[in-house]
């Protein structure tokens, strides 16, 4: 029995779901809002973890093609007092694997394979409960009916509010992002001081990461407590004035930390927003959600990474019993529901020791996930 199912969203969640789906020959759509895959910038870098985001992709028999693919050295760890002092100095030794990093645009692509994308159609809409199925419609006019429909389309999903009335809130965190190029030849310091890996730098309510990509691209992110509208009266685009205001919000740090933002090329503010840690929903058939969409929690790693094997999990067991689909994904949904809500205690407890008024407590997080 062949079910119509739609995906929403182009992401690592929805990529994996159809991927795992397809090499089970069973036929599944993605749809995607951005008219390409190289429409925009594909973000940083991913640690993919052992038993989630790897073993996702062993599920949809690539993860030998991610290990070539990935960064084991990646995982290496340096964290500087504000004065530039070294604290800790971690290398990953020549055998671990736990969670290497891989560029997310290498990951889209090595998802994406022989996947059947429709680019370029955002949704506006999903109806359940239709005498066709579950509708969705278009931005572009047009609708469509499904057995399936599978919202993996991020924080600000289209498809929840079938499922939700529940939105993200503000965690009173925000970031600001950066990035440098050819940091190797550009700036031999700054890539000595890289290593690897990562530098992270923590203050009073404020931090500093800078993450090695491949090709020499390095990505700076600064995290910070304020009001949502801290920016009010600066324009975002005004590269200068966003270097100007975060040097002053970081005055005082060690030089080279601080020449991380001054050869920053362009600013990109992203305030952090989640969905309660228990976020759960009364079962519809005929949708569920994947990922962000169903718990938003704080960027610290986990998110792709239970977003992938959630997507892999929910294809296995539709493949493995497809005359009994709206059960199998209310099985989903509960399993996926416990296994969540953990994660996002662990996750939003993080962001608070991580931006916190004690940097020690940035530290002792550091010391407990990988001990020096």
Same mark, same amino acid.
């Given at each position: 029995?062949?079910?119509? !199912?739609?995906?929403?969203?182009?992401?690592? =969640?929805?990529?994996?779901?159809?991927?795992? #789906? +397809?090499?089970?020959? +069973?036929?599944?759509?993605?749809? /995607?809002?951005?008219?390409?895959?190289?429409?925009?910038?594909?973000?940083?870098?991913?640690?993919?973890?052992?038993?989630?985001?790897?073993? *996702?992709?062993?599920?949809?028999?690539?993860?030998?093609?991610?290990?070539? #693919?990935?960064?084991? /050295?990646?995982?290496?760890?340096? !964290?500087?007092?504000?004065?530039?002092?070294?604290?800790?100095?971690?290398?990953? @030794?020549?055998?671990?694997?736990?969670?290497?990093? !891989?560029?997310?645009?290498?990951?889209?692509?090595?998802?994406?394979?022989? #996947?059947?994308?429709?680019?370029?159609?955002?949704? &506006?809409?999903?109806?359940?409960?239709?005498?066709?199925?579950?509708?969705? +419609?278009?931005?572009?006019?047009?609708?469509?009916?499904?057995?399936?429909?599978?919202?993996?389309?991020?924080?600000?999903?289209?498809?929840?509010?079938?499922?939700?009335?529940? &939105?993200?809130?503000?965690?009173?965190?925000?970031?600001?992002?950066?990035?440098?190029?050819?940091?190797? &030849?550009?700036?031999?310091?700054? *890539?000595?001081?890289?290593?690897?890996? $990562?530098?992270?730098?923590?203050?009073?309510?404020?931090?500093?990461?800078?993450?090695?990509?491949?090709?020499? %691209?390095?990505?700076?992110?600064?995290?910070?407590?304020?009001?949502?509208?801290?920016? *009010?009266?600066?324009?975002?685009?005004?590269?200068?004035?966003?270097?100007?205001?975060?040097?002053? #919000?970081?005055?005082?740090?060690?030089?080279?930390?601080?020449?991380?933002?001054?050869?920053? &090329?362009?600013?990109?503010?992203?305030?952090?927003?989640?969905?309660?840690? $228990? %976020?759960?929903?009364?079962?519809?058939?005929?949708?569920?959600?994947?990922?962000?969409?169903? +718990?938003?929690?704080?960027?610290?790693?986990?998110?792709?990474?239970?977003?992938?094997?959630? @997507?892999?999990?929910? *294809?296995? $067991?539709? =493949?493995?019993?497809?005359?009994?689909?709206?059960?199998?994904?209310?099985?989903?949904?509960?399993?996926?529901?416990?296994?969540?809500?953990?994660?996002?205690?662990?996750?939003?407890?993080?962001?608070?020791?991580?931006?916190?008024?004690?940097?020690?407590? =940035?530290?002792?997080?550091?010391?407990?996930?990988?001990?020096?």
């Amino acid at each position: 029995m062949r079910h119509r !199912i739609a995906v929403i969203g182009g992401g690592p =969640a929805g990529l994996t779901f159809a991927r795992v #789906l +397809h090499r089970r020959d +069973h036929p599944v759509t993605v749809f /995607e809002r951005d008219p390409a895959p190289d429409a925009r910038p594909p973000g940083g870098t991913l640690d993919l973890h052992e038993g989630l985001g790897q073993l *996702a992709l062993d599920k949809a028999g690539l993860l030998g093609e991610y290990q070539a #693919l990935s960064r084991p /050295e990646g995982q290496a760890m340096r !964290i500087l007092d504000m004065d530039g002092t070294v604290l800790r100095d971690w290398r990953p @030794g020549p055998d671990e694997r736990a969670n290497p990093e !891989i560029d997310r645009g290498q990951l889209r692509d090595l998802l994406l394979g022989p #996947l059947d994308v429709q680019w370029g159609r955002g949704v &506006t809409e999903v109806v359940p409960g239709t005498p066709d199925g579950v509708l969705v +419609h278009f931005a572009d006019g047009r609708q469509e009916a499904f057995d399936l429909v599978v919202g993996a389309d991020g924080a600000w999903s289209r498809v929840r509010p079938a499922l939700s009335p529940v &939105t993200p809130h503000y965690t009173g965190v925000s970031s600001v992002e950066t990035s440098l190029d050819d940091v190797d &030849t550009r700036y031999p310091d700054l *890539a000595r001081l890289i290593g690897d890996g $990562s530098v992270a730098v923590y203050g009073v309510n404020r931090s500093l990461v800078a993450q090695r990509n491949s090709g020499g %691209h390095v990505k700076v992110y600064t995290k910070f407590r304020a009001p949502l509208d801290w920016h *009010a009266g600066l324009d975002p685009a005004d590269v200068e004035a966003m270097r100007s205001s975060l040097l002053a #919000l970081f005055d005082g740090w060690a030089a080279p930390v601080l020449d991380l933002l001054r050869h920053g &090329t362009a600013f990109v503010h992203r305030p952090f927003y989640v969905l309660p840690v $228990s %976020h759960t929903w009364d079962h519809v058939p005929g949708v569920t959600l994947l990922g962000d969409a169903a +718990h938003l929690m704080p960027p610290l790693g986990a998110g792709a990474n239970l977003a992938m094997l959630e @997507g892999a999990e929910l *294809a296995e $067991s539709i =493949a493995a019993a497809p005359g009994d689909l709206d059960e199998v994904v209310r099985a989903f949904e509960e399993q996926m529901w416990v296994r969540a809500g953990k994660w996002a205690k662990i996750t939003t407890a993080g962001l608070e020791r991580l931006v916190s008024p004690d940097p020690a407590e =940035a530290l002792a997080v550091f010391d407990q996930v990988q001990p020096s």
